[in-house]
Nanobody, 116 residues
Framework: QVPLVESGGGLVQYGGSLRLSCAASASSFSFRFYTMGWYRQAPGKQRELVATITGSGTTNYADSVKGRFTISRDNNQKMVYLQMNSLKPEDTAVYYC????????WGGGTQVTVSS
């Protein structure tokens, strides 16, 4: 198993910024070979994909966050990040990172709340 630990969430005002971090620290995990994703789940809604990044750095974003969010990674530190700018109330959700294409267990997530 690969423990995934998300952090960096919080309460922010409309238009503010947050940077989320995800640590995938298992020593046996070949992090650099896997695509990583950030997902979010708002109350009463299904979990949705926000962004992905391949091991070599190719990124993909949901239309709702394009131009506002940036996903990045540090393969040496086994970390993946989500820089979120121009936040809106509809971005309020629990944010999770995930190892794409695997059955790695989901972490506990980090709560992001955007006030209007």
């Amino acid at each position: 198993q690969v423990p995934l630990v998300e952090s960096g969430g919080g309460l922010v005002q409309y238009g503010g910024s947050l940077r989320l971090s995800c640590a995938a620290s298992a020593s046996s995990f070949s992090f650099r070979f896997y695509t990583m994703g950030w997902y979010r789940q708002a109350p009463g809604k299904q979990r949705e994909l926000v962004a992905t990044i391949t091991g070599s750095g190719t990124t993909n974003y949901a239309d709702s966050v394009k131009g506002r969010f940036t996903i990045s990674r540090d393969n040496n530190q086994k970390m993946v990040y989500l820089q979120m700018n121009s936040l809106k109330p509809e971005d309020t959700a629990v944010y999770y990172c995930h190892v794409e294409g695997t059955d790695v267990s989901w972490g506990g997530g980090t709560q992001v709340t955007v006030s209007s």
